[in-house]
């Protein structure tokens, strides 16, 4: 089973933030915390990962709540080329995908 | 730098045939694992090669079957195929080792997309 919850859904507009929540509450202490968008018709990207300390990059930026429990991915500004399935992962040994949350851009 | 490839892009078997998949990671990556995404199942993982060793694998039956050559590429095998075979194949590289506490980041190819009629 996945070790992650994130909602299936979720809608923003165009040029707007978006926050992607993901609830991981048995995270372990060395777990770190992978995030993957995948586009249709290709397989998952990696987007970015992190342990405690918020991360960013040139695509997005990774915020972890101070206990670990959830974590928020944020997209500053949305295009709709960020439409996609965003996996919110717990790298483990068996790298174990959720369902992920489908994000609509709307124009 | 050339991404993660995997051949054949597309493949029909007819069920009780066997098949095998390629793919060639990203150069320099040593690590490779294999996934199997379905509309019901989502994303699954299979198994996982780092230096011609399977380092972990998932809750597959022995019907899937995988191996890593020395040159890092991979090839995953499924033997008498069934309908429930049909899916998208996704092999990943990383610069890891695998297995337990390796956090480097997945490079994904596009997949191979499997018919079993």
């Known amino acids: 089973d996945a070790k992650t919850t994130q909602p299936n859904s979720m809608e923003s507009n165009e040029e707007e933030p978006v926050h992607l929540p993901c609830n991981h509450s048995?995270?372990?202490?060395?777990?770190?915390i992978h995030w993957y968008r995948q586009l249709p018709s290709q397989g998952p990207e990696y987007v970015i990962h992190?342990?405690?300390s918020n991360v960013n990059n040139r695509m997005a930026s990774l915020a972890i709540a101070e206990d670990r429990k959830s974590s928020t991915l944020i997209l500053h500004r949305a295009t709709l080329r960020d439409a996609a399935v965003y996996y919110c992962?717990?790298?483990?040994?068996?790298?174990?995908f959720g369902k992920g949350t489908r994000l609509h851009i709307l124009p | 730098k050339a991404g993660v490839t995997q051949t054949p892009r597309y493949l029909i078997k007819t069920r009780g045939q066997q098949v095998t998949l390629s793919c060639s990671p990203i150069?320099?990556?040593?690590?490779v694992s294999w996934y199997q995404q379905t509309p019901g199942q989502g994303l699954q993982f299979l198994f996982e090669?780092?230096?011609?060793?399977?380092?972990n694998k998932g809750n597959f039956p022995g019907r899937f079957s995988g191996r890593q050559f020395s040159n890092s590429r991979s090839e995953m095998n499924v033997s008498t195929l069934e309908l429930g075979d049909s899916a998208l194949y996704l092999c990943?590289?990383?610069?890891?080792?695998?297995?337990?506490?390796?956090?480097?980041?997945?490079?994904f190819g596009n997949g191979t997309r499997l018919t079993v009629t």
């Open positions: 990943a590289s990383s610069t890891g080792t695998g297995g337990f506490s390796d956090n480097s980041p997945l490079h």
């Open positions: 048995t995270i372990s202490g060395t777990d770190y």
């Open positions: 992190g342990l405690t």
């Open positions: 992962i717990l790298r483990d040994d068996k790298i174990i």
């Open positions: 150069s320099g990556h040593r690590s």
């Open positions: 090669y780092f230096s011609e060793t399977q380092r």
